[in-house]
């Protein structure tokens, strides 16, 4: 799938060439088809798929694998949709050096969110943002007055309105947060440049050819912040006037969940526009442009995973180290964790969920996308084995098809010669697509309830009751800010509605008319989950080709200049292809 990231922090797209030595087919045509494939862990399967079938062993398809193969078809590909004034923004070299600027002076000013921020907006913890309001309110100026209306909320947040003529039209909203993750001071020495300065280098090596801004914050996401900003100035220069109302959300806490910024904002649009009122949402993604098996591919993602913490306390007769039984609490805790990664999630390629639609796309429309691997996707019967072998090649792959967990925290002991009396660990799960809260915490109780009982523990899982015991274990969900109850997996937008027709014709518009449109999937989470009480159709994308917008969230983070501008281009675009456009 498109914009995903590699273990070092690197944009792969879905499919990456092996290094490994692949030996040689009996027919060219295999040669060629094995080229593209993912890792070399596919290779076996490749084999064993396009050996020669004998007809008595084909069996006809089930009623429910029919069923299956029917959902998990690529969607009907939309014409391209070019209405109204166009905007050569990539040869407007006046208004590229500006954006450059622009983005350039966007990073100089630090606007970081870090876990332990009081929830209270008005702390002076959260001042930055003053500055950085400053600055937007004197480089778009044009976005601060008529016709556009400009709102705070909760001190920080941005919300703008651009009224349309007509009123029975449903807004759609456009969506980008201006805090950032932080840098972690021990890697400053590994950036480039450093973090904050808003480098802009040219041709600088061959890897980052042509012009490039880098630093903390460049790709996620103040590229979406100014180019949706971009585009709206753009269109009050022309004389633009809507049809439909055009409305502009920024959180200021999106890194930590969103809660000030984006709930305050989702709270009063609901106010004012009530369920369901807005037509379509687009907001920030892991997904964008790429180009694979000869295509160039638009992955919107139309569903984001859950997530859910789970605390493992483990209580038990403390003592002197000189009389230490078989496994202390920290030894305890240790088998339990060792016990939860003994037994992950299950990958699935599910045709409820937008991976396998994703591979659908480019087996039926990129050029060069092998024919065997085709005939295993289109198969029902071959997606689990697949799903198994693309798990297991990458890691990131996996976090499509799975709920993965990650033990972050741990805590016990308090001197070297006593035994501790509790430890815990604090486990997070992102929820795949098709799951849920509640049987990511049934899978943890189900894996560590025998184990407790093989060493002798009592367990209580959640919100059951236990009898006292000095040797026990307890399975909770932490509550507050920061670990919450647990997140569902957002509700996935369908695809065969007339918003992924505009956002896909608008996307063939500004990339190239053969550009695929394909459904995609978010597995962090976005300010969007504060909106599903507004629409049915939230979109998580970023339209910029994701080897040109890299490395969020860590070291060297980075855009070009092209990427940026195609951003803005594609958000112009969008709003005056809302002209005519019927969908409510």
């Known amino acids: 799938m498109s914009a995903i990231l590699s273990e070092k922090g690197e944009q792969l797209p879905l499919v990456t060439p092996s290094s490994t030595a692949i030996p040689p087919r009996p027919k060219n045509r295999y040669r060629t088809a094995l080229k593209h494939i993912i890792p070399i862990s596919l290779v076996i399967l490749y084999y064993s798929f396009v050996s020669p079938i004998s007809l008595s062993s084909i069996k006809p398809y089930s009623q429910d694998e029919l069923t299956d193969k029917q959902a998990a078809k690529c969607p009907p590909q939309p014409a391209t949709l070019n209405i109204g004034h166009d905007w050569d923004i990539v040869n407007d070299h006046e208004y590229a050096e500006l954006a450059t600027k622009r983005l350039q002076r966007a990073v100089q000013i630090k606007t970081e969110s870090f876990d332990d921020l009081p929830l209270n907006a008005s702390d002076p913890l959260f001042d930055k943002h003053f500055e950085f309001a400053h600055y937007l309110s004197y480089e778009y100026s044009k976005l601060f007055k008529d016709p556009i209306k400009h709102e705070t909320v909760n001190v920080h947040g941005h919300l703008f309105t651009w009224e349309g003529k007509n009123k029975d039209l449903k807004p759609i909203l456009l969506m980008a947060h201006t805090d950032t993750v932080p840098v972690l001071p021990a890697t400053l020495d590994q950036w480039t440049y450093p973090p904050f300065e808003g480098k802009v280098t040219h041709d600088a090596s061959p890897s980052t050819p042509g012009t490039w801004i880098w630093g903390r914050g460049v790709s996620d996401c103040k590229n979406t912040l100014l180019g949706i900003y971009g585009a709206l100035e753009r269109l009050v220069t022309e004389g633009y006037e809507p049809e439909r109302t055009i409305i502009v959300a920024n959180g200021f806490d999106e890194e930590i969940g969103g809660p000030r910024g984006a709930g305050s904002i989702a709270e009063l649009l609901e106010k004012r526009y009530g369920k369901n009122g807005i037509s379509f949402i687009v907001d920030e993604g892991f997904t ?20 859910v913490n789970v605390n493992v306390k483990v209580e038990t007769l403390g003592g002197h180290s000189s009389v230490p039984p078989p496994h202390t609490a920290i030894g305890i805790i240790s088998l339990l964790l060792a016990e939860l990664e003994a037994h992950p999630f299950k990958p699935s390629l599910s045709p409820k969920a937008p991976f396998l639609k994703n591979l659908n796309c480019l087996a039926d429309y990129a050029p060069e996308f092998p024919k065997s691997i085709k005939h295993v996707i289109k198969d029902p019967r071959k997606w689990d084995k697949l799903a198994q072998e693309l798990a297991s090649s990458n890691r990131v792959i996996n976090s499509f098809l799975a709920t993965t967990q990650a033990i972050d925290l741990i805590n016990g002991g308090v001197k070297v010669n006593a035994l501790p009396e509790v430890v815990d660990a604090t486990v997070n799960y992102r929820i795949a697509f098709t799951s849920s809260v509640n049987e990511t915490l049934e899978h943890v109780a189900h894996v560590l309830k025998p184990l407790a009982k093989k060493l002798g523990y009592t367990i209580s899982a959640y919100e059951e009751r236990h009898d006292n015991s000095t040797s026990h274990i307890t399975l909770k969900v932490p509550g507050g800010l920061a670990g919450g109850l647990g997140l569902e997996p957002a509700p996935i937008t369908s695809d065969r509605t007339k918003s992924f027709a505009l956002l896909g014709g608008t996307a063939k518009a500004v990339f190239g008319n053969d550009t695929i449109a394909a459904p995609s999937g978010m597995f962090a989470n976005t300010d969007t989950k504060s909106f599903w009480n507004l629409t049915e ?16 969230h860590t070291v060297d983070e980075r855009i070009s200049l092209e990427g940026h501008l195609n951003a803005t281009k594609f958000f112009y675009k969008l709003i005056r292809n809302t002209e005519g456009w019927k969908a409510d």
Do not use: C, D, W
């Open 288 to 307: 964008g442009i790429s180009h694979e098996y000869g295509a160039t591919v638009a992955s919107f993602g139309m569903a984001e995973k859950g997530s």
């Open 537 to 552: 159709e939230i979109y998580r994308f970023t339209p910029t080709l994701i080897t040109e917008n890299l490395n969020q």
